[in-house]
């Protein structure tokens, strides 16, 4: 009969000794790459919920704060997306504490604003019609999901509509802590802990 040779059980501590020298190398590595993954792939996220914003009002000619077309003093003064959990914020307005709220879901994937048909936007049917401006033509987005941390993208939606200040599409990112000022002034940067997309 033949003899076969094993390992001996110094290779066998070398292989395993080499195979944990490896995996403390790359696993720093793999793990920041995931890190920015997420981070990448939430600020673009950020900006194509702006994008559809932007689509929204080419349409409409108007940015979706009002209540309804009958309506010019009640703003939605922040939107966010169904999907996710409130994160913390220096400032309650970024959790829906003391504004008037509303999901970007319904303006710009149901068109229910406000949570209601009653108040939907003016559609047309586009066959055969040509283009005017006021009508909504959505959905925009096909879904928004929360962001890569499980919390909700958010939208200070009000100042859109106001000189002095900036709007912009943000999530709190990593630290699941909203740092960046409500009012936030045009010019001023959003804060390097947070993701944001300028709309305005």
């Given at each position: 009969?033949?003899?076969?040779?094993?390992?001996?059980?110094?290779?066998?501590?070398?292989?395993?000794?080499?195979?944990?020298?490896l995996a403390a190398i790359l696993t720093p590595t793999?793990?920041?790459?995931?890190?920015?993954?997420?981070?990448?792939?939430?600020?673009?996220?950020?900006?194509?919920?702006?994008?559809?914003?932007?689509?929204?009002?080419?349409?409409?000619?108007?940015?979706?704060?009002?209540?309804?077309?009958?309506?010019?003093?009640?703003?939605?003064?922040?939107?966010?997306?169904?999907?996710?959990?409130?994160?913390?914020?220096?400032?309650?307005?970024?959790?829906?504490?003391?504004?008037?709220?509303?999901?970007?879901?319904?303006?710009?994937?149901?068109?229910?604003?406000?949570?209601?048909?009653?108040?939907?936007?003016?559609?047309?049917?586009?066959?055969?019609?040509?283009?005017?401006?006021?009508?909504?033509?959505?959905?925009?987005?096909?879904?928004?999901?929360?962001?890569?941390?499980?919390?909700?993208?958010?939208?200070?939606?009000?100042?859109?509509?106001?000189?002095?200040?900036?709007?912009?599409?943000?999530?709190?990112?990593?630290?699941?802590?909203?740092?960046?000022?409500?009012?936030?002034?045009?010019?001023?940067?959003?804060?390097?802990?947070?993701?944001?997309?300028?709309?305005?």
């Amino acid at each position: 009969m033949k003899k076969f040779k094993g390992f001996t059980l110094i290779e066998m501590v070398v292989v395993l000794a080499v195979i944990a020298i490896l995996a403390a190398i790359l696993t720093p590595t793999i793990a920041k790459n995931i890190r920015y993954s997420k981070v990448a792939r939430t600020t673009h996220e950020c900006q194509v919920i702006a994008a559809a914003i932007g689509d929204f009002y080419k349409d409409m000619g108007r940015w979706p704060v009002y209540q309804n077309d009958n309506s010019t003093t009640f703003y939605y003064e922040l939107l966010y997306s169904q999907e996710g959990v409130w994160p913390t914020a220096n400032n309650s307005n970024w959790n829906g504490t003391g504004v008037a709220v509303d999901s970007f879901d319904n303006h710009l994937i149901l068109n229910k604003p406000g949570g209601s048909t009653a108040n939907a936007y003016r559609t047309e049917d586009l066959a055969g019609v040509k283009l005017k401006a006021g009508y909504w033509r959505g959905p925009y987005l096909d879904e928004i999901r929360e962001d890569q941390w499980g919390q909700r993208y958010e939208a200070n939606i009000k100042y859109v509509t106001l000189a002095n200040y900036a709007t912009v599409v943000l999530s709190a990112g990593e630290d699941r802590n909203v740092s960046t000022n409500f009012l936030l002034p045009v010019g001023s940067e959003v804060s390097e802990d947070d993701l944001a997309q300028k709309i305005r």
